[in-house]
Each structure stands twice: as structure tokens, then as C-alpha cells.
């Protein structure tokens, strides 16, 4: 399933980021817990030890820990590591290299696969007691390699030759919960899609839909030409604000509170990638790192954009889906406008 197959109005809507948990370390998430949000969690468990019970508290706890890192704004795992702590809090969704020994071994250790490089490798390591489900198990041991990503709170341990993770939640990105209302059971299986804003879905862009391109042609030989900034200029314009100078330290491009969404309006940060380099967009036109994503997102605003005058890369999509997509949020969102698109809005507005 794609973010197509969302439907308009609920790829807007701010929605709640579940776990669906397949592992649950409930001594540590119970320990993580203020005292006042554990005593609220205590008084409202279901009684009971049968199936429906366990998995009735064992949401409601994951829902205590998500609120709890949402408070503190705990970064996902990606910014983690930049950070140089020996031991934070993250939350945010991954791929896991496969685990076939989940079944046979009481604890296992299996690698995180990140596409940016650390200098060591990163390990997520548990005992496999943890496991509630069967399912949380065969996703677990099938990894990456069967499609499968996990959504995951956990402690990051800086150690000497690698970095270690100490799980307190995993398992699928989820969005059916009470708070998503009636939407949840439509919402069910898009946990992998929903955050993604098209560019068309901004007001101020709509009219690129009225744009049709013949050719790849018509669209590149004007962008490969088109400098950055007048891109940005053009955006400016478009949300009627005016544009600030470049600068190496910047936190983003451009920054509007202005942008608006089926009506709504959101605060935006944008990352601008004009044609010195008029190829696929990849990571390493981002900054070492990748820094120059996390800066953008960093910016806290609504809407996370990455503009290119040439095509987008899968990697740096997966990249700031990872920064911007947090469990526990139901805020952020983010949007790529590749050159096809930006030419499209351009034209709309006889810009170009």
C-alpha cells in the first residue's frame, strides 16, 4: 500500500501514531513512567488475566510510554546518534536485519539497517521472553528481508565498538486506536504510508493538477536551467512572504507559517535543492550525515518539505520520513516536490 491508496481528507487529518506491539518489556516501560502516569496506568488496567485483559493493558501502557516520549520530545533514532550522549531515549520506525534465531535462542542480538553510516555498526539486542505475539516473532525473524519495518521505543547505549539498543517497545506502526475515532479500521494498514502530504494537497499548489506534461523533456530542460533561487523566490511568492539570504548554518531554506492544507493552516520548513548537481537526488547532497534533513526537521514545524530540481531518491525519502514520522506524534508530516512537480506549480502560476 501506497499513500495513494490513503484517501485525501485522512492523509491531512492528524491522526495518532500507535505501536502495535509485538514485544513489550513492561518492567522497563513501567519504570520509564512518572510516578503519576504510572498510577493512573495501574488504576485504569482492565482486571483480569486472560488474553483480552493482557492485550487491553498492554496497549494502554504503550499508550502511556508514547505520551511520555512525546513529552519529551525524544527524537527518533536517526538524530539519537548524532547526539554523542552515551545513553538516550528514541522512538521512530526502522528496518531490522532478520533474527531467525528468535525462536530457538533466550536472547538474540540482530543489526539495525540505516543508510547512514555511524562509523559502527548499531545492534538491537533483547530477550526474546519479551515477545507477546506470534506475530511480533515472525516479523522479527523474517526482518527487512520479508518487507517488514518496526516501529520502536528504546534506550540507545553508546559503547566503545558499536552502538546497542535496548528495546522497550516493538512492532508495527499502527493507527488504529481509540483516539483516531471512526477512522481507525480504515486507517488499520496504512501505518507505513500515513504522514506523506503530495504536493497538490498544498493550497497554495493546487493548480500544478491543471499542468499536463507531454515528456520528460519539457520538464527537465527548464529545470536543469531554473537557479535555487529563484525557486524560492517563486514560493515566496506563492505564500505571499518575502525570502531571507543563504547562509551555511542555516536551519532550512525557508520558513513560512502560511502554508495551508484542505484550509488548515501549518507551519512549514523547507529544504531547497536547486540544479548545481542536476541529477537523483541522494543523501549525500544533504550534508554529512544527513544534517541538513535533521536541521530542517529540527525546525519544529508541521510540515517537513524536500524540494529537488531533478528527481527525489528512495533513500532520502525513507530518510525524512524516519526524522519527520515520530510514534507517539500525530502532528508532523512531510512532502517531496521533485522537478517534475516544482515545474508543474511553477507553470500554474506562469512563474516559468
Not at 27 to 45: A, K, S
Not at 101 to 129: N, Q
Amino acid at each position: 500500500m501506497t499513500v495513494h491508496d490513503i484517501p485525501e481528507r485522512l492523509r491531512a487529518e492528524d491522526k495518532f501514531h500507535h505501536i502495535d506491539m509485538g514485544f513489550l518489556n513492561r518492567r522497563l516501560c513501567i519504570g520509564f513512567l512518572p510516578p503519576d502516569v504510572r498510577r493512573c496506568f495501574f488504576e485504569n488496567q482492565r482486571p483480569g488475566t486472560d488474553h483480552l485483559a493482557n492485550f487491553s493493558n498492554y496497549h494502554l501502557l504503550v499508550t502511556k510510554v508514547l505520551d511520555c516520549c512525546e513529552d519529551q520530545d525524544a527524537p527518533a533514532l536517526l538524530k539519537a546518534l548524532t547526539l554523542g550522549k552515551p545513553r538516550q531515549l528514541f522512538r521512530s520506525t526502522e528496518c531490522l536485519a532478520p533474527c531467525p534465531h528468535i525462536y530457538d535462542s533466550a536472547r538474540v542480538c540482530h543489526e539495525v539497517e540505516l543508510d547512514v553510516d555511524f562509523g559502527k555498526p548499531i545492534f538491537i539486542t533483547y530477550h526474546t521472553s519479551h515477545i507477546i505475539s506470534e506475530t511480533g516473532k515472525l516479523v522479527l525473524s523474517g526482518g527487512s528481508s520479508d518487507g517488514h519495518v518496526n516501529s520502536i521505543i528504546g534506550l540507545l547505549h553508546d559503547k566503545p565498538n558499536q552502538f546497542e539498543i535496548e528495546p522497550m517497545i516493538i512492532g508495527q506502526p499502527w493507527f488504529d486506536h481509540p483516539r483516531n475515532g471512526r477512522d481507525s479500521a480504515q486507517l488499520m494498514w496504512h501505518g507505513r504510508s500515513l504522514g506523506e502530504i503530495l504536493p497538490e494537497e498544498i493550497d497554495q499548489f493546487s493548480r500544478m493538477c491543471d499542468v499536463e506534461i507531454e515528456n520528460a523533456d519539457e520538464w527537465m530542460s527548464v529545470m536543469k536551467e531554473l537557479p535555487e533561487k529563484q525557486v524560492k523566490e517563486a514560493i515566496g511568492s506563492l505564500l505571499c512572504e518575502p525570502t531571507k539570504k543563504d547562509w551555511g548554518g542555516e536551519a532550512n531554506d525557508h520558513f513560512s507559517a502560511n502554508v495551508t492544507i484542505q484550509g488548515r493552516r501549518r507551519t512549514a520548513a523547507f529544504l531547497l535543492k536547486g540544479p548545481t548537481q542536476f541529477r537523483e537526488m541522494t543523501l549525500d547532497m544533504c550534508g554529512k550525515r544527513a544534517d541538513q534533513i535533521h536541521r530542517m526537521v529540527d525546525s519544529g514545524a508541521d510540515l517537513s518539505i524536500v524540494q529537488h530540481s531533478h528527481e527525489i531518491g528512495h533513500v532520502v525519502r525513507r530518510t525524512l520520513r524516519a526524522l519527520a514520522i515520530r510514534p507517539g506524534n500525530s502532528r508532523r508530516k512531510y512532502c517531496l516536490i521533485d522537478g517534475k512537480a516544482t515545474y508543474r506549480i511553477l507553470k500554474s502560476h506562469s512563474l516559468i
